[in-house]
C-alpha cells in the first residue's frame, strides 16, 4: 500500500542553499497534507500543511507547494541550515478517515557546511 | 511549549505477556492517535479516538489492542497478548481544532523477547 511515496531516501544540501523534498500520492480522496520532520529517536515534529483547496503555504523558511492534477507535493527550505539535517515525512489525510494521516518512508536530508 | 509526552520510553516484554503504553496529550485537545513504526518501516495508523471513543482504526489495531482514555489526562495503548511482532516504536499524538495537525509524543520503543 503504497499511497504516499518519497522516491528519495536522502539529499544532501549545502548550507544557505534550498533544499527541496518530494512527495507523490496516489489516493485522489487524501485532502489534506502535512510534512513532518523527524529526528533520531524523537517523535515526528508537525513543520507545516496544505489543503487541496491550495496551491501553496509558505511559514517561514518552510514553504509547501502542492500540484493536485500531478498529485505531488514539495517542500522547499530556504535557506537549509545544518539543524535542518534531519529525516522529512510526508504525510496526507482524507475527509471522514478519523483523521488518519497516510506517511511516506521519509526523504533523509543533510545540510552540510 | 505544551508537549506530548508518553511512558515509558522503552519497554520491554516477554511474548504473550500484556503491555500498556501511556501518553499525556496537549490539555486542550480533543482527539487522539497512536501510531507505530517497525524499525525501517513508514510510520503507520493504529487508531483514532474522540469523545470517549474510537473514530477510525487500521487493520493492525485487532482484538488484542484497546484504547482508553482513563481520566481527563491520560491516553493509553494496551496490547492483551505480545507479539514478537508487535515490536515497534509506538507513538500517540494529539490534535486541537486544527485537527488534521497532529502533535507526536517522543514514543515508546517496545521490545518483545
Known amino acids: 500500500d503504497q499511497q504516499v511515496k518519497q522516491n528519495s531516501p536522502s539529499l544532501s544540501v549545502q548550507e544557505g542553499r534550498i533544499s527541496i523534498l518530494n512527495c507523490d500520492y496516489t489516493?485522489?480522496?487524501?485532502?489534506?497534507f502535512l510534512w513532518y520532520k523527524k529526528y533520531p529517536a524523537e517523535g515526528p515534529t508537525f513543520l507545516i500543511s496544505i489543503s487541496s483547496i491550495k496551491d501553496k503555504n509558505e511559514d517561514g523558511r518552510f514553504t509547501v507547494f502542492l500540484n493536485k492534477s500531478a498529485k505531488h507535493l514539495s517542500l522547499h527550505i530556504v535557506p537549509s541550515q545544518p539543524g535542518d539535517s534531519a529525516v522529512y515525512f510526508c504525510a496526507a489525510s482524507e475527509t471522514g478517515g478519523g483523521n488518519k494521516l497516510t506517511f511516506g518512508t521519509g526523504t533523509q536530508l543533510k545540510v552540510e557546511l | 511549549e505544551p508537549e506530548v509526552t508518553q511512558t515509558p520510553s522503552h519497554q520491554v516484554t516477554q511474548m504473550g505477556q500484556e503491555v500498556i503504553l501511556r501518553c499525556v496529550p496537549i490539555s486542550n485537545h480533543l482527539y487522539f492517535y497512536w501510531y507505530r513504526q517497525i524499525l525501517g518501516q513508514k510510520v503507520e495508523f493504529l487508531v483514532s479516538?474522540?469523545?470517549?471513543?474510537?473514530?477510525?482504526k487500521s487493520e493492525i489495531f485487532d482484538d488484542q489492542f484497546s484504547v482508553e482514555r482513563p481520566d481527563g489526562s491520560n491516553f493509553t495503548l494496551k496490547i492483551r497478548s505480545t507479539k514478537l511482532e508487535d515490536s515497534a516504536m509506538y507513538f500517540c499524538?494529539?490534535?486541537?481544532?486544527?485537527?488534521?495537525?497532529?502533535?507526536f509524543g517522543p514514543g515508546t520503543r517496545l521490545t518483545v523477547t
Open positions: 499524538a494529539s490534535s486541537g481544532a486544527a485537527f488534521y495537525e497532529q502533535y
Open positions: 489516493n485522489s480522496m487524501f485532502d489534506y
Open positions: 479516538f474522540y469523545n470517549n471513543e474510537i473514530s477510525e
